[in-house]
């Protein structure tokens, strides 16, 4: 009777054991299966995470191109406007007689190897309105605008420079042969009173200004009595001289080494042509340059063409470091 009771004893507790062995493993598969899930729903979770992120990136940077074609499109209406208006006229107003066939070459320089990236600065001249100054910094690359005196045509140019923290004034000068001359041109035949005079009113208007370029100019700075001139005013004002080199002739080199200053010039001109395709040949050129010498100086105008491919070629700047012109020297 004794041995009958201790085998329905070992038998439940074989049977407490089964019970307990198999609600273990119940728990231990519905534990699995939540850390499965969990995991599962983790990765679906990263997936949706990473794909929404994805999608915030790509509406931030269609909306970055949608602001910077806006701003284009200001631009080309600015340009239409002018066209109808027969005021309009190409990058190549700048050279010498305006030809087409002769861009002056750039100046001679030696070849430099460098350790870092080369630089390379892009002035962007004929800045005056305020569209303009929307498309360029638009763009977010650090570009250097040139803003045109005030003149009765564009009243608020140096109302707008006031507002950045950086620009160069783009002052006209005579031309060998340009009927659309702007107002208060510098020519060749002012004495040092009058060009003094003009250097005062020019740091009156842009208090900040640390650098000018010529607009046109192939005639004054031709010429080596005029550029002694300007050279003397603008040392009043610690002002440095950089050459759009719109003539070949230049004297800047010799009037500025009198001086004990360093000559610093325009070494492509971006849109001497219209067509975007021929502004990026001009970019890929500049930088090229940049690599030969270890710094490049680019010239372009707030066209709808020359930003556009500005903005297209911000891969190609990797190249190199874009930089405002005082990283120049």
Same mark, same amino acid.
Request: with cysteine; hydrophobic share 40%; proline share 4%.
């Given at each position: 009777?004794?041995?009958?009771?201790?085998?329905?004893?070992?038998?439940?507790?074989?049977?407490?054991?089964?019970?307990?062995?198999?609600?273990?493993?119940?728990?231990?598969?519905?534990?699995?299966?939540?850390?499965?899930?969990?995991?599962?729903?983790?990765?679906?979770?990263?997936?949706?995470?990473?794909?929404?992120?994805?999608?915030?990136?790509?509406?931030?940077?269609?909306?970055?191109?949608?602001?910077?074609?806006?701003?284009?499109?200001?631009?080309?209406?600015?340009?239409?406007?002018?066209?109808?208006?027969?005021?309009?006229?190409?990058?190549?107003?700048?050279?010498?007689?305006?030809?087409?066939?002769?861009?002056?070459?750039?100046?001679?320089?030696?070849?430099?190897?460098?350790?870092?990236?080369?630089?390379? =600065?892009?002035?962007?001249?004929?800045?005056?309105?305020?569209?303009?100054?929307?498309?360029?910094?638009?763009?977010?690359? &650090?570009?250097?605008?040139?803003?045109?005196?005030?003149?009765?045509?564009?009243?608020?140019?140096?109302?707008?420079?006031?507002?950045?923290?950086?620009?160069?004034?783009?002052? &006209?000068?005579?031309?060998?042969?340009?009927?659309?001359?702007?107002?208060?041109?510098?020519?060749?035949?002012?004495?040092?009173?009058?060009?003094?005079?003009?250097?005062?009113?020019?740091?009156?208007?842009?208090?900040?200004?640390?650098?000018?370029?010529?607009?046109?100019?192939?005639?004054?700075?031709?010429?080596?009595?005029?550029?002694?001139?300007?050279?003397? =005013?603008?040392?009043?004002?610690?002002?440095?001289?950089?050459?759009?080199?719109?003539?070949?002739?230049?004297?800047?080199?010799?009037?500025?080494?009198?001086?004990?200053?360093?000559?610093?010039?325009?070494?492509?001109?971006?849109?001497?042509?219209?067509?975007?395709?021929?502004?990026?040949?001009?970019?890929?050129?500049?930088?090229?340059?940049?690599?030969?010498?270890?710094?490049?100086? =680019?010239?372009?105008?707030?066209?709808?063409?020359?930003?556009?491919?500005?903005?297209?070629?911000?891969?190609?700047?990797?190249?190199?470091?874009?930089?405002?012109?005082?990283?120049?020297?």
């Amino acid at each position: 009777m004794a041995k009958k009771k201790k085998q329905t004893k070992a038998k439940n507790s074989s049977k407490v054991l089964t019970y307990i062995a198999w609600t273990l493993a119940i728990i231990a598969l519905i534990l699995s299966s939540l850390l499965i899930g969990y995991y599962i729903g983790y990765d679906n979770a990263k997936a949706d995470s990473q794909k929404y992120i994805q999608k915030e990136k790509k509406k931030v940077t269609i909306k970055k191109t949608e602001d910077v074609q806006s701003r284009l499109k200001e631009v080309l209406k600015k340009e239409t406007k002018k066209k109808k208006s027969k005021v309009y006229v190409s990058a190549a107003h700048e050279i010498d007689g305006g030809s087409l066939a002769h861009v002056p070459k750039m100046a001679k320089r030696e070849k430099k190897l460098t350790s870092s990236k080369p630089k390379l =600065a892009i002035i962007i001249d004929d800045v005056c309105t305020k569209s303009q100054v929307n498309a360029i910094k638009s763009l977010h690359l &650090p570009l250097t605008m040139s803003f045109l005196p005030p003149s009765p045509g564009r009243p608020n140019s140096s109302k707008l420079a006031a507002k950045e923290p950086f620009y160069m004034v783009h002052l &006209p000068m005579e031309a060998m042969n340009w009927s659309a001359e702007e107002p208060h041109t510098l020519r060749i035949h002012d004495s040092q009173k009058a060009i003094s005079a003009r250097i005062d009113e020019i740091k009156r208007l842009f208090p900040k200004v640390r650098y000018i370029n010529n607009h046109t100019g192939s005639m004054f700075t031709a010429n080596e009595v005029a550029m002694n001139r300007l050279i003397f =005013a603008l040392q009043k004002h610690n002002i440095h001289f950089i050459d759009s080199r719109t003539t070949a002739k230049t004297k800047a080199p010799e009037v500025l080494k009198k001086y004990g200053l360093k000559y610093i010039s325009r070494d492509v001109f971006l849109d001497h042509h219209m067509d975007k395709a021929y502004v990026l040949k001009q970019i890929k050129q500049a930088i090229k340059i940049a690599k030969l010498h270890g710094s490049a100086i =680019a010239i372009g105008h707030p066209h709808k063409n020359t930003l556009q491919a500005l903005y297209e070629s911000k891969k190609l700047f990797k190249d190199v470091n874009l930089v405002l012109i005082n990283r120049i020297r």
